[in-house]
């Protein structure tokens, strides 16, 4: 479905009402869901809301838009058109899981319990005030060794944040080693899902850690190392979005993105001007992608919606969105004043932003570009281990540092 027509149709007043009442029901066709909420909506008065004239200019987009041959290219100023790869997936290319497929299995049979953080505890960079189980898996030095080598980002990624989680710094030996890979463009697993979840994981791990050992630039052979990090975790996220635009691990990965923008607001912007976008509002980029992740979760699994972190991602949105900050109201209008369109068409500015600029990056990137030397990955995995950092402290911690 069209974005554009996605997103009118959440600036209904009872979009979201609607959702929940259909409890997941699934529809073969737009003009049918569309029919059923025309349906929904009549003999409910909404002040200030003109339904009839809403649902006529829906009636006109979705027409427009199966009267139109798709290209999905974008115009930026007078410069050639920019295609948007980062979805196109070749199965010839992705490798075989076998090792992931055994991995699994036994890592499933490996767990033990779950357990809860919430807040102050929390050992990840999930929204603010949650709480959230984990799991908590058994393992001996037999299996940490049988998988030490194992390549498949994943699985190093998985068995590191399972040692972080205990105390253990040796699990950031693991991550290091999906990052050795990860850091290399084109990648080998540039077509496997799970193995680019994988170098997610790992490569955002990295940036808490190193951050949290206050590594400095300026000892470092090359500098602006954290903008490599982001710049490269921000391409596999976008390329993840890409690959699977309607499915739950994408609304996760949507709220991950925003929170790029919310702990490192400078260097991200400095990544998007870098790409010809000079007025970036990163608190904006942060807005739509927390919306983005809440619609989503609405489309792929609505029973997840009412409660919980996906609701809190739309708040998240709204409160940035109206008020400058997640904090506490402002009587100065926030966004809301400032800017010359409704938020709709802002998640939606925002968002086609966020597709060129990663699409810019992998052209520029897909020529055997290499982003850390051995040398800066040697050094940070000494300096994080030397530092003796607080592993469980949360990345929101340091927001205000």
Not at 298 to 314: D, H, I, K, M, R
Not at 359 to 383: A, M, P, R
């Amino acid at each position: 479905m069209s974005e554009d027509i996605s997103l009118f149709l959440f600036s209904h007043p009872l979009a979201i009402e609607f959702i929940r009442h259909l409890n997941g029901k699934q529809f073969r066709d737009i003009l049918d869901y569309v029919a059923e909420f025309h349906a929904y909506c009549k003999g409910k008065k909404i002040s200030g809301f003109d339904n009839e004239l809403w649902f006529k200019i829906l009636q006109e987009k979705i027409d427009s838009f199966k009267a139109e041959d798709k290209t999905d290219f974008y115009q930026i100023d007078n410069k050639e058109r920019l295609y948007i790869t980062l979805g196109q997936f070749n199965p010839c290319l992705k490798l075989d899981e076998y090792d992931l497929e055994d991995f699994i299995k036994e890592w499933e049979n490996r767990k033990i319990d779950q357990g809860k953080y919430t807040e102050e505890q929390s050992k990840r960079y999930k929204s603010y005030g949650e709480s959230w189980l984990y799991e908590v898996h058994t393992y001996d030095e037999f299996f940490l060794k049988k998988y030490k080598y194992a390549a498949h980002p994943l699985i190093q990624s998985t068995i590191g944040k399972a040692l972080i989680a205990g105390g253990e710094d040796r699990g950031i030996g693991y991550l290091f080693n999906a990052l050795n890979r990860a850091v290399v463009m084109p990648n080998i697993y540039w077509h496997n899902e799970r193995a680019i979840i994988g170098y997610i994981e790992s490569i955002w791990e990295i940036i808490r850690l190193s951050k949290l050992a206050q590594i400095s630039e300026d000892e470092i052979d090359e500098p602006l190392i954290f903008c490599k990090l982001l710049r490269l975790l921000f391409l596999y996220m976008s390329r993840y979005i890409e690959l699977n635009p309607s499915n739950i691990k994408t609304a996760d990965i949507y709220s991950n993105r925003a929170e790029l923008f919310y702990f490192f607001p400078t260097e991200m912007q400095s990544l998007f001007i870098d790409s010809g976008f000079y007025t970036i509002i990163p608190d904006l980029q942060f807005s739509s992608d927390k919306f983005l992740a809440y619609r989503t979760a609405s489309q792929t699994c609505p029973e997840l919606v009412s409660t919980g972190f996906y609701l809190q991602c739309l708040w998240d949105a709204k409160k940035m969105y109206q008020y400058g900050n997640l904090n506490y109201p402002t009587i100065d209008g926030g966004y809301t004043v400032i800017e010359d369109a409704g938020w709709m068409e802002i998640i939606e500015r925002c968002r086609v932003r966020s597709r060129v600029v990663a699409q810019q990056i992998y052209n520029k990137d897909s020529q055997g570009y290499i982003y850390l030397t051995k040398e800066q990955i040697e050094y940070l995995f000494s300096h994080i281990l030397t530092a003796g950092v607080d592993l469980h402290k949360d990345m929101k911690d340091l927001h205000d540092n």
